[in-house]
C-alpha cells in the first residue's frame, strides 16, 4: 500500500512539472492532452488542478493520455520527481523541446486580442452609421459568429471581456447590450492591447504623460464653475490624507484629481484613455509611494497644478503637470 502511495505521489508531481516544463497553463494541459477530436475536455480545470495539488485515482487517465499524446512510456511517470525532472528531455520523443507548445497560450491571448478588436470595430461601425444606439440590444453570439467567422465559444469569451470592461451589459436571460458608455468603443482596442503587454509599463506611462499635460491645458482653460467645486473637493480629500500621513487616501483622491482633470477637459478620447490606464497607475503608484519626502513632493506638485487651474492658466498646468510626471517617472524607477 506505501509503495502504491508513494508512486501516486510521484505521478502527481511529475505531472505538474511536466506541465511547467512545457509552459502550458492548467486549462491549456487539458485542451492539449485531454479533451477528445471534437475539442471537448474529459476533466473540469477545478478536477485537474485538485489531482495536481492532492492527488486521486483520476492521476492515472492524466498520465496514460500524457504519455499517449507524447509518446512516452507512461511508466517514466513513477519515477522520483528530481530523477523525472533530470531525464525529461531524454524521455521526450525526438528530443522535443517546451517551445513545441509554449506558444499555445501566447497564440490564445494574440486570438482573443484580435477577435476583440473586430468585435470592438464591429460595435464602433454600426455606432457611427447610427444603425446601433447606445442601449441598444446586440446580435445573439450564433450571428455574431456567423458574421465574424469564428466560433460561439470565442465570441462569447470576447464578449465577457467587453463587458467586464464596461463596454457593453451582459444580462441573464435578456441578451446583450450597447452600453450607456457607447464613445468607450473608439478607445478599447488600444486599451485592450495595453494591458495584454503589462511588460511595456514604461511606454504606458509615456502616453499617459502626454495625455495628462494636454488634459491639464484643456481643463484649465474651460473649466467651469461647477467641475471647479468638484476638482476643489477631490483637492481637499488629497490635502487632508496628506495632513493624516494616510497614504491610501492620498493614492486614492491622487488618482481621482487626475481623472478629474481628464474628464472636466471636454476631450472624451483623453478622459477614456487615462481612465482605462488608471487601475495600472494605481499598481504602479501603490508601490513606489514609500517615505514621506515623496508623500511631500507629491503633495507640493499637485498644489501647483490645482493653483494653475484656479487661475485658468493653461501653459502653467501643462507645465507643472509635465513636471510632475516626470519626477513620478524617477520616483517609480522608470527613468
Known sequence: MEEIT?????????????????????KDFINQFLSDENGKPSMSV??????????????????????????????????????????????????????SFSGIGNTKKSNI???????TLYFAERLLDKTLQ??????????LAEKLGVGRSAVREALKVLDILG?????????????????????????????????????????????????????????????????????????????SRNHKEFL????QFHICLAEYSGNQAIYSMIRVISNLMKHVSGTGMADEAQLKAIYEEHQLIYSAVLAHDAAAAGKYMEEHLSRSMLRYNYR
Open 6 to 26: 508513494f508512486s501516486a505521489l510521484n505521478k502527481q508531481r511529475n505531472i505538474r512539472f511536466l506541465r511547467r516544463y512545457l509552459n502550458l497553463t492548467q
Open 46 to 99: 477545478a478536477t485537474f488542478s485538485n489531482l495536481e495539488s492532492k492527488g486521486g485515482a483520476r492521476i492515472n487517465e492524466v498520465v496514460l493520455a500524457a504519455a499517449e499524446n507524447l509518446g512516452m512510456d507512461a511508466m517514466a511517470f513513477s519515477m522520483e520527481p528530481e530523477q523525472f525532472a533530470n531525464k525529461l528531455e531524454m524521455l521526450l520523443p525526438n528530443q522535443m523541446e517546451a517551445d
Open 113 to 119: 486580442n484580435q477577435l476583440l478588436n473586430r468585435l
Open 134 to 143: 447606445k442601449g441598444d440590444k446586440v446580435e445573439s453570439e450564433r450571428v
Open 167 to 243: 463596454m457593453i451589459d451582459i444580462r441573464p436571460g435578456q441578451g446583450t447590450f450597447i452600453s450607456n458608455d457607447e464613445a468607450d468603443f473608439f478607445i478599447i482596442p488600444l486599451s485592450w492591447s495595453l494591458f495584454l503587454n503589462g511588460n511595456q509599463v514604461e511606454s504606458i506611462l509615456e502616453i499617459r504623460n502626454i495625455l495628462e499635460r494636454k488634459a491639464a491645458e484643456l481643463t484649465a482653460e474651460s473649466i467651469s464653475e461647477e467641475h471647479l467645486q468638484r476638482l476643489e473637493d477631490v483637492y481637499h480629500g488629497l490635502h487632508k490624507a496628506y495632513i
Open 252 to 255: 486614492d483622491a491622487d488618482i
